[in-house]
């Protein structure tokens, strides 16, 4: 993947923290890169890329959005959540986990098509 086309984000910041692995796909990264450059503000990837044999991902009966290379968690809160998920969901995502409590704040973004059993668009909590 040319990392060159996201100006805003490095491929370190997505790497598994298992593996080292990137899997990240280059049509979550353009969404992502749109949303970042609209935004206006740095976005701190909290968690991108997860191999499948992550631990987080080793424990769900699938593999998760994470593992597909089309999700990524950002450190964002308050006010700046609410504008973040707005701009996502203008921007094509359809996943939004949203932990907005305790001292590790979140948004999870993905942009994973509906299917039977994970319907899209679709918001949760942690």
């Known amino acids: 993947m040319d990392w060159d086309r996201f100006a805003n984000f490095q491929p370190y ?3 598994c923290s298992h593996t080292g692995k990137n899997g990240m796909k280059p049509g ?3 969404k992502l890169q749109a949303l970042r450059t609209e935004y206006g503000k740095p976005m701190t990837v909290t968690s ?3 191999h499948p044999t992550h631990p987080i991902e080793a424990k769900k009966p699938s593999p998760g959005a994470h ?3 089309r999700a990524a968690d ?3 809160q308050g006010g700046d959540a609410l504008k973040v998920i707005e701009l996502a969901l203008k921007h094509g995502f359809t996943g939004f986990g949203v932990n907005q409590k305790g ?3 979140f948004i999870h973004l993905d ?3 509906s ?3 994970r319907p899209r668009p679709w918001v949760w909590s942690y």
């Open 13 to 15: 910041e997505f790497a």
């Open 28 to 30: 979550f990264m353009e």
């Open 48 to 50: 991108g890329y997860r």
């Open 67 to 69: 593992a597909s290379g």
């Open 74 to 76: 950002i450190a964002v």
């Open 103 to 105: 001292g590790g704040r």
């Open 111 to 113: 942009d994973l098509k």
């Open 115 to 117: 299917e039977p059993g």
